[in-house]
């Protein structure tokens, strides 16, 4: 009989453990979206987990480095976006990088960022003041014959060396189908140089790639681009949705070695005009607040949409992500097995987003 007290309040203890563990789990599920309320990042219980790396850009360096201080001991890799070619096809720095690389590498130094990585990009400026975004042949001419990818790598190599960096990110789009079987003898090459200094090389990829049987080389980490499902080349909707980033990170497992899936923040204005504008989320809540609309959530996505009327009465439509976003498609690549995490970029991201980025 004395033992039916003791047992009444063990259960009784075993009820108010169990309640107050339920609503700390609760509470802590719960992040702060940009406009303030509390809205729940899951579709279910499973938290986001991710190894985040970020891309800043040149251009922007001084906008995104406030972003960067935020994500302080938070971020595990750095990418700087900052090499593009002349018109001789020879690495070109804009004054904006000369000016900011010693900004950028204490910033990241002061972060505890471990490695920090030079993005080539394959975009070229012509003297005349014009760039070329994505230049196709610009890629066959740096890797059309064996000699061809030996110079190449040669003056990555010095572009690493001379700038200090800890390896190189190939950003190389819009390459030729023809090309293909060349851009992994090239990969092999570079590959082997930086090994032999001890540096990384990340190489990014584009959805349509086929990486099924492209052969790609183990030893450099490979990244997958997981947007542009809309944008500049498209009507309005958002940057990716669930189902394009589980059917990536689904393919994904070919690849050899270590993998990355990458999600841009931000998004674009789609005006009923045909104009389409790219947006940073900062400025995608600044629209929303000048012309007094409340975002709404995609479901099948996770990002905010939102349509105004401007000052001559046209129409726009707005997609962009913001942390809550970000958080579901993570769990999405989760689902999948991947877990390394890039994020488009550094510079216009929210208060609220960063300090979701930094829970991750």
């Keep these: 009989m004395k033992k039916k007290p003791i047992l009444a309040l063990t259960l009784l203890a075993a009820c108010v453990l169990t309640a107050s563990a339920f609503y700390y789990f609760q509470k802590n ?3 702060q979206n940009t406009a303030g309320s509390v809205e729940s990042p899951s579709f279910n ?9 970020a891309w800043m850009a040149d251009w922007n360096w001084s906008n995104d480095l406030p972003d960067l201080t935020r994500l302080s001991g938070r971020l595990d890799e750095l990418e700087v976006f900052a090499a593009y070619f002349d018109s001789r096809d020879q690495l070109y720095f804009t004054p904006q990088f000369e000016k900011g690389l010693s900004h950028i590498r204490k910033a990241a130094k002061d972060g505890g960022i471990p490695t920090t990585l030079l993005t080539v990009v394959n975009d070229r400026f012509n003297t005349d003041g014009t760039a070329v975004q994505k230049d196709t042949q610009l890629v066959s001419r740096l890797i059309h014959t064996k000699q061809d990818r030996l110079n190449h790598v040669s003056q990555l190599m010095r572009a690493v060396k001379d700038y200090g960096f800890d390896g190189i990110e190939i950003d190389y789009e819009k390459i030729s189908k023809a090309d293909y079987g060349r851009m992994v003898l090239f990969i092999k090459e570079l590959q082997k140089q930086l090994n032999a200094e001890d540096l990384k090389l990340r190489v990014v990829l584009e959805p349509g790639m086929p990486i099924e049987t492209m052969k790609l080389p183990p030893g450099p980490s490979y990244v997958m681009m997981a947007y542009n499902l809309y944008g500049l080349h498209s009507g309005p909707g958002p940057k990716a949705d669930l189902a394009f980033i589980q059917k990536l990170g689904k393919r994904m497992d070919v690849l050899p070695g270590e993998s990355t899936i990458a999600f841009s923040m931000g998004g674009f204005d789609w005006a009923a005009s ?7 989320e900062v400025q995608a809540l600044e629209t929303a607040r000048l012309r007094g609309v409340s975002p709404t959530r995609d479901s099948k996505s996770g990002s905010m949409t939102y349509t105004y009327l ?3 009465g046209q129409s726009h439509t707005v997609w962009y992500a913001d942390g809550i976003t970000l958080l579901r498609w993570i769990q999405a690549a989760n689902r999948t097995g991947i877990y390394n995490v890039a994020i488009w970029r550094l510079g216009g991201l929210s208060s609220a987003t960063l300090t979701t980025l930094s829970k991750v």
């Design 274 to 280: 045909g104009k389409v504008t790219s947006m940073t």
């Design 29 to 31: 599920r719960q992040v």
């Design 45 to 53: 219980a499973a938290p986001a987990s991710a190894h985040l790396s």
């Design 310 to 312: 401007d000052d001559k």
